[in-house]
């Protein structure tokens, strides 16, 4: 199947639809207030990469935002599987949203939901040991003045289609050309990327800030804790100041698409990859392979 977006196909409310006439109403909740809830996804041979953690996610989120939309996991999953194999995608970018809906005139949201759900899948390449990934060469990251939205306005927990917090702290960036900001919370503490989880190490430990910030629980994230632990990595988790993890020996970030990526510098100091970050993401590599294409050695 040709990479060019006008091959594409997503799922809109009910629908597949080619890509270039993918639209939902002017009025929907999710266009006019960010009243939306999504998950990004990636589908490696096949098999979209955690969907039970992604699933309880999304689930936490609508839950936050009070909206009771009806929808099983498996019928959520099933549309996900409908979009990968009319695009005839194995490994690949997914996006799953939901929603309120339309309720035009009112910014209360009625308690009756009719909820709409879009699908967008993109092509990724081949993941697992010897894969290339998607990002052009280690981050460059920039502490940034935009400072993450406190738990208490709106929980971190929640994947909302409200991402204007992460858009201003990316506008910042421009300046200086970095890849990604590194957002800091009320108090001058780092919480994580606009659309990644931070990792550093420092002291022969892996660090990376607590979920008791406003940070987002990712499901990479996750996942390379647990591949810590394995390998007995001693791992903090705590808060962190902009000026340990600038002195930090190596540090990455981690997000689903990116996986783990390595981060050059921070503020302009060169910090780079190292032993930690090289044996996590072939680990990581290795699990892939193990869970998603069946291969041991």
């Not at 939902?24 to 039970?52: C, N, S």
């Not at 194995?90 to 996006?95: I, L």
């Not at 899948?121 to 081949?126: A, F, H, I, K, S």
Request: negative net charge; aromatic residues 8%; proline residues 6%.
């Amino acid at each position: 199947m040709s990479d060019d977006e006008t091959d594409r196909v997503y799922y809109v409310d009910g629908d597949i639809v080619p890509a270039d006439e993918a639209s939902i109403p002017v009025t929907d909740r999710g266009f006019l207030y960010g009243d939306a809830a999504f998950e990004t996804l990636r589908a490696y041979g096949g098999d979209v990469f955690h969907w039970e953690a992604h699933a309880d996610r999304l689930a936490e989120t609508c839950d936050v935002l009070g909206m009771d939309h009806g929808l099983s996991d498996a019928d959520l999953r099933s549309r996900i599987d409908e979009t990968l194999a009319a695009n005839d995608l194995e490994d690949a970018y997914v996006r799953l949203s939901i929603t309120r809906g339309s309720q035009p005139g009112r910014l209360t949201p009625a308690e009756e939901v009719d909820p709409r759900v879009v699908v967008i899948v993109e092509p990724l390449p081949r993941g697992g040991r010897g894969s290339e990934p998607v990002w052009d060469g280690p981050a460059t990251a920039q502490t940034v003045r935009t400072r993450r939205i406190s738990d208490r306005a709106l929980p971190a927990r929640a994947k909302t289609h409200n991402y204007l917090n992460g858009i201003l702290a990316r506008t910042e960036l421009r300046v200086t050309g970095a890849d990604e900001a590194l957002m800091l919370d009320s108090e001058g503490y780092v919480t994580e990327g606009a659309t990644s989880n931070l990792f550093f190490v420092a002291d022969d430990a892996l660090c990376t800030p607590s979920l008791d910030g406003p940070v987002l629980p990712g499901i990479t994230r996750r996942v390379v804790l647990d591949l810590a632990r394995e390998e007995g990595i001693p791992i903090r988790e705590r808060r962190f100041t902009p000026d340990e993890v600038r002195d930090a020996n190596e540090a990455f970030l981690t997000n689903s698409t990116w996986e783990l990526r390595p981060v050059e510098t921070v503020d302009g100091i060169t910090i780079g990859d190292g032993p930690v970050t090289t044996l996590l993401s072939r680990l990581y590599d290795d699990y892939v392979e193990r869970q998603f294409y069946g291969t041991e050695e």
